[in-house]
């Protein structure tokens, strides 16, 4: 299992985190912090030596500028970019064929350790291709991450692709985390939910959850 | 016994645009406490504070300061803050969507336009106050060309910033339809869609000088504005109802 960094999460998930050779999905609106996790999980993987790929449409300046708003420490360890700048492979959105190239070729050079891949290209790609070309290219990669001692976690944006898309997407990954605004009466309340996660009995329901300097705070919501 | 709508319809519209605006901000200041995004905690804050400005012009409105003099010019204070806070929260709005588009275009040429439009505004909001600052004498039957300017400033006044806050309210249209996020396309829509039905609302009762289809045409546009504000702000992130079952 590969802790998510988060231990409220990690809770959540059965103490153990996301499970082994899985790929994740964390759904959410703009603007609500899905990048977070991505960040936490990337930073428990550094603290335990394991190889972090992080591959963004953004560059790596920019992605190291949001860490630092989650305070999420990578000046020790930095994960191996796949940036649109400032990383050691450049990403193309519009580059699918390079981006599985390159990915297999990371993956393989790295074989011997454990790999995270964190990546926040989906809504990107879904926007500039048709989604049954994702829908392909994510089955492919997916055997291929899974070939290796590796967990994947992707966001993608809500409210940005039809249910029909997002739904397919949450079809093919194994775990899904929703971050969510929920109506209680006046007030609108941001809950986290576990849609689903293979081979792992999550905690049902659902959980306020606040950004804090140390992490995440969960707590059950009850009416 | 006769029912006086105009002044039934007077005072109806005003309670329940107070009603949308007080539970509007409150949603505003919920969301914006949610939000990690700068972008979407700044929609939130601007939409929140813009309808904090339209309140305290709705109670103003219930108060009566006299045409000239230093009072006039503090009793229309609260109308050019609403003023302001709308072009300025229009120009926010505008610049997001165009940051948000794929192609960074300069939608109607805002970039150009939006410091030109600001010195007009803050302009005519200076000649507002110096006019209103000074008593005018009543005007003589043949009265000198200067006199007669002065007396139609507010109508002048009135066109000047239609056009300006129009300007800027279809900015917001084309904008947002140019914008790759769903969401914020759809809050900056409502938005712009909300200051032309404002604007709209001053626009269209300038032929009326009173009466019923005045207090109508005037409030409902109101009430209709006031609304999309509070849908805008609504549409900043898709929210779900607890499902009853798994609670």
Known sequence: MASTGLSSLDQLLGNDGYPDRSTILVIGPPGIGKEALGYWFTHSGLVQNDFCLYTTRLSAREVLQDVKAFNVD???????????????????????????????????????????????????LLMLNQPDTIYKFLTQLFADVKQYDSVLLATVEEGMHPPNVLAAMQQLFDGVIELRLYEEGLRVLPLLRIRKMRGVMPQPGYYNFSFTKTGMELNAYVR | MSIDFVALVNVVAPVVTAAILLLGMYRALEMRRVFVNSVYRSRATWS???????LI?????????????????????????????????????????????FFHRNTLGWLRVRWPATIVLVISFLVAIAIGSFNLPSLPAQPPLWEVLVENLAMIWFVVIAIVLAYAAVALIV????????????????????????????????PFSGGLPYAIIYQGSTVIGIYLIYRSVMSLSPIGRIEKQIV
């Open chain 2, 48 to 54: 929140g504070f813009l309808m904090l400005i339209i």
């Open chain 1, 74 to 124: 990578f000046t020790q360890r930095v994960p191996f970019w796949f940036s649109s700048s400032g990383g050691q492979v450049k990403f193309d959105v519009n580059d699918l064929a390079s981006l599985s190239y390159n990915t297999k070729d990371i993956l393989k050079k790295n074989s011997n350790r454990r790999i995270r891949v964190v990546t926040d290209v989906l809504s990107s």
């Open chain 2, 57 to 101: 012009q709705v109670i103003n409105s219930f108060v009566s300061y006299p045409n000239s003099g230093i009072l006039s010019v503090i009793g229309s204070l609260p109308v050019f803050a609403l003023l302001l806070t709308i072009f300025a929260f229009s120009d926010r709005s505008v610049l997001v969507a165009m940051e948000t588009d």
């Open chain 2, 175 to 206: 904008g947002a339809r140019r914008s790759a996020d769903r969401n914020l396309r759809r809050s900056v829509l409502l938005i712009g869609l909300a200051i032309l039905t404002l604007v709209l609302s001053i626009v269209l009762t300038i």
